[in-house]
């Protein structure tokens, strides 16, 4: 199985950045977007099942948003009015229908003030 995340960098406050995860070698039932700051604990960001439903983190509602995880196991983070706080390590993980947990490896966005 393999995870893997991409579309970090650097942005501006106010900008936009759109994320992507490819996931293979499975069937996954959810995907998620994680991020961790400097210092911070991981935290979610946001969540879509194989059938659509997604999740949002209140610091993330009406600005970030999720797209994908269907039966390509692709997913997607359209990120918008990026905020300096936003600055983390953003994580995918895609989870199988027995609970197992796969990471990618993590891209990195950076929003300057």
């Known amino acids: 199985v393999q995870v893997a995340e991409s579309g970090g960098g650097l942005v501006q406050a106010g900008g936009s950045l759109r994320l992507s995860c490819a996931a293979s070698?499975?069937?996954?039932?959810?995907m998620t977007w994680w991020r961790q700051a400097p210092g911070k604990q991981r935290e979610l960001v946001a969540s879509i099942t194989s059938g659509g439903t997604t999740n949002y983190a209140d610091s993330v509602k009406g600005r970030f948003t999720i797209s994908g995880g269907n039966a390509k196991n692709t997913m997607y983070l359209q990120m918008n009015n990026l905020k300096p706080e936003d600055t983390a390590v953003y994580y995918c993980?895609?989870?199988?229908?027995?609970?197992?947990?796969?990471w990618g490896k993590g891209t990195l966005v950076t929003v300057s003030s």
């Open positions: 993980s895609a989870r199988t229908a027995f609970f197992v947990h796969y």
């Open positions: 070698g499975s069937t996954f039932t959810i």
